[in-house]
């Protein structure tokens, strides 16, 4: 966004030197020159279709690179982890998948742009010999030292705007995606500060209470993210809350965090919540593959490790300290 003003005035002065070029042209040739305007057109009306290419590849970049920059932060996250259960190797792998997505699309993006290269190479040679040829038809001017001298100068010189309008509308077409990227997170809902109650720990023995909550990620949804939530807990106590994979473990607790929105019901904190871990670092899949990640498979040692975690009656374990 910093060299917007920079490429939007690039655009709008090459486009005026473009057609500067043409008027050149058509006074010192005449008629001749309209030919030329053919293979000029062409390859104006090419630059639309790589310019929407270029659009796409532009937003599957940016879509790409936020998802490996969100992994690799998480990651980072938990290294620890990671380190004392020997997971590198495999979480490399897992790194180097989200980086092969997001090269996928950068490279695909610098193909397009080589052929806006050769474009801008081949066209003004292509133009000079319609023109050349067009003068010869309509005899509308000698061609002669002077007149074949004007028409590549004039040419060479609509080089430049070849080359660079297509850029212009590669760096627009970026500022376009930023724009709506920052309109749409500066038009998000705000996040309500009342969707949650904090009360003091010493007028209740509680820690968190909910009643008949209904939340959503998307209030637009008619249906709820969690819906008839009724949970309450006590100063001390201990819960394990085990699901399948998406059915709303994390959400129930960004509910009680107050960070999905709330529709309706009450919300109660009792104290102060200390803090909030989410192993967002573990990967979605069965509890096998979770454990194994990626090492090979040990019967024995798995049998003892699911029995001393007690989970061969749960699918999926989430742990949280509040």
């Known amino acids: 966004m910093g060299e917007f003003p920079w490429w939007f005035h690039s655009a709008w002065s090459f486009t005026l030197q473009l057609f500067l070029a043409i008027a050149v042209l058509y006074g010192v040739v005449g008629l001749g020159a309209l030919p030329g305007l053919i293979p000029l057109l062409i390859c104006c009306l090419l630059n639309v279709p790589f310019a929407r290419i270029l659009q796409k590849c532009q937003s599957e970049i940016m879509i790409a690179q936020d998802e490996r920059l969100r992994f690799t932060s998480e990651i980072l996250n938990s290294m620890k982890i990671i380190k004392f259960q020997s997971w590198e190797e495999k979480f490399m792998n897992l790194t180097e998948s989200r980086r092969d997505k997001e090269f996928k699309w950068l490279s695909e993006a610098q193909f397009k742009k080589a052929y806006g290269t050769v474009l801008y190479w081949m066209s003004p040679i292509i133009i000079s010999y319609v023109i050349f040829f067009g003068c010869a038809l309509f005899k509308s001017a000698p061609l002669n030292a002077s007149t074949i001298f004007t028409v590549l100068a004039t040419l060479r010189s609509m080089g430049e705007p070849f080359k660079m309008i297509p850029e212009a509308l590669s760096a627009m077409i970026q500022v376009n995606v930023s724009f709506d990227r920052i309109e749409k997170f500066l038009l998000d809902d705000e996040q309500k500060k009342d969707d949650v109650t904090r009360i003091s720990m010493q007028k209740s023995d509680r820690s968190v209470k909910i009643q ?83 090492k090979p498979m040990d019967k024995a040692r798995y049998d003892k490790a699911v029995n001393a975690c007690a989970l061969d009656k749960a699918s999926i374990v989430l742990t949280r300290v509040i």
């Open 212 to 294: 008949e909550g209904n939340f959503s990620w998307d209030p637009e949804l008619t249906i709820p993210t969690l819906r008839n939530v009724n949970l309450e807990v006590k100063w001390g106590q201990k819960i394990a809350v085990c699901r399948s994979v998406g059915a709303g473990k994390s959400s129930l607790l960004y509910a009680i965090h107050g960070e999905i929105q709330k529709i309706s019901g009450t919300v109660n904190i009792y104290g102060s919540i200390a803090y909030v871990s989410q192993n967002s670092w573990i990967q979605s899949g069965t509890i096998r593959e979770n454990i194994l990640c990626g």
